[in-house]
């Protein structure tokens, strides 16, 4: 069974830090991975899909990579901005049996 | 625009009621799946289906069931309510291809209680 681990679980920066979030997975037979962001209360939002056979993927401040090998993706924000503060949430697809497999998440502080 | 709702966005039950919750998307997706949330366990799949008629059980499927009639819509039912099922449920949808697995979307969530 796939598992994901995301460090730190929570992270508090200042406005304007560059921050790294990480992801971890034990099987690297994965389709793709996918990196959410949820707002309190609130579903889901995609933010970037990187397809197995791809090592990174960039959405304006963010960039996520992806290294199967070592079973780590990273996402990377630049200029980390109040309006971050979020959990992200990381997860997995499978590549036998199609489904999703999520992390805990890092729940993110930016702080003015 | 395309999109996935959920209805109701919060219901609150009795143990032992049977509870049906909505999901519908526009998407024109062939993949459709259910999520829980739960504190200290994150999200976690209950069941899932690739298309109209077909159905699938996930990592906690026990007590739920769902059926496809149609492309648009996945309804997830709780046959016999229990107070281990309070949580917040989330709908997903795909596009597929050959069962492919791609980018999810996901439904603003209904958040369930019960007594």
């Known amino acids: 069974k796939q598992e994901v681990t995301q460090i730190p679980a929570a992270l508090s920066v200042p406005e304007g830090e560059n921050l790294v979030l990480n992801c971890s997975f034990t099987d690297s037979a994965i389709y793709n991975l996918q990196w959410f962001r949820q707002d309190p209360g609130k579903g889901l939002t995609s933010l970037l899909l990187?397809?197995?056979?791809?090592r990174e993927q960039t959405s304006g401040r963010l960039n996520a990579s992806l290294d199967k090998s070592s079973g780590r993706s990273t996402l990377y924000i630049a200029a980390s901005q109040p309006g971050d503060s979020a959990t992200y949430l990381c997860?997995?697809?499978?590549?036998?049996?199609?489904?999703?497999?999520f992390g805990r998440g890092t729940q993110l502080t930016v702080w003015p | 625009d395309a999109e996935i709702t959920q209805s109701p966005r919060h219901k609150i039950t009795e143990t032992g009621r049977q509870v049906t919750l909505a999901c519908h998307q526009t998407w024109n997706h062939n993949n459709m799946f259910w999520y829980r949330q739960d504190l200290g366990h994150g999200l976690r799949l209950i069941h899932y289906?690739?298309?109209?008629?077909?159905?699938n059980k996930g990592e906690v499927s026990d007590g739920y069931s769902v059926s496809r009639s149609n492309t648009e819509d996945l309804p997830l039912t709780l046959e016999s309510a229990a107070s281990s099922q309070t949580s917040v449920y989330f709908c997903a949808s795909s596009e597929s291809g050959g069962r492919a697995l791609n980018e999810q979307f996901f439904g603003p969530g209904t958040r369930l209680t019960v007594l």
């Open positions: 990187i397809q197995s056979s791809q």
């Open positions: 289906s690739y298309g109209v008629q077909d159905t």
């Open positions: 997860a997995l697809g499978s590549s036998t049996l199609g489904r999703l497999y």
